[in-house]
């Protein structure tokens, strides 16, 4: 389990236009949302990159960058940015379940097509929603076991504004005994 105000694991993928992504080398005024999402067969995922795509100038405003990450290779990956008509998003691609994996995501199994006639790959990990700060902790995490029922990023964006105009802390920080 990530921790806040922990270092996250790493993050270094190729993206489709933007060269190579190193979460250690972001530059962002307040940090880095990193939307994974499950691939090109989920059309809930279409649905919630067009939001996010809609809001990346939003996150940009408030000194957050905003990338869009799966396990799917860049020909799939490609055709997620075309399917959303993405223009200021970043797509990266070819995460390696195992780094998936150290980010607290959950592994699913194929079960074939997906009533939008597109096949699951035979592994995949499931959504998560991350804020990391510049320096790399993590500041707010969401993951989920299915892909339904995600956290709004108009939602996101208005706790951005609390916590920027009240200097709050990343909160689940205690591992103590309880």
């Avoid at 995922?45 to 795509?53: D, I, T």
């Avoid at 790399?136 to 299915?146: A, D, E, F």
Wanted: proline share 6%; with cysteine; hydrophobic share 35%.
């Amino acid at each position: 389990m990530l921790l806040p105000r922990q270092k996250t694991p790493n993050l270094t993928l190729q993206t489709l236009d933007h060269g190579a992504f190193d979460l250690s080398k972001e530059e962002a005024q307040r940090g880095t949302v990193i939307c994974f999402y499950r691939g090109l067969h989920c059309p809930i995922c279409a649905n919630y990159l067009k939001e996010l795509e809609k809001r990346v100038e939003d996150f940009a405003s408030r000194g957050v960058n905003c990338i869009a990450v799966s396990s799917d290779g860049e020909e799939r990956t490609r055709a997620m940015a075309d399917k959303i008509e993405a223009k200021n998003l970043r797509f990266a691609y070819d995460l390696p379940l195992s780094v998936a994996r150290d980010w607290g995501l959950y592994i699913s199994t194929s079960r074939g097509k997906t009533s939008i006639g597109i096949e699951e790959p035979a592994l995949f990990s499931e959504p998560g929603l991350f804020m990391v700060t510049p320096e790399q902790t993590l500041y707010y995490g969401s993951v989920q076991t299915m892909p339904f029922v995600r956290p709004h990023f108009s939602e996101l964006l208005s706790a951005l504004d609390f916590a920027i105009a009240n200097d709050y802390p990343a909160r689940g920080e205690y591992t103590g005994d309880v």
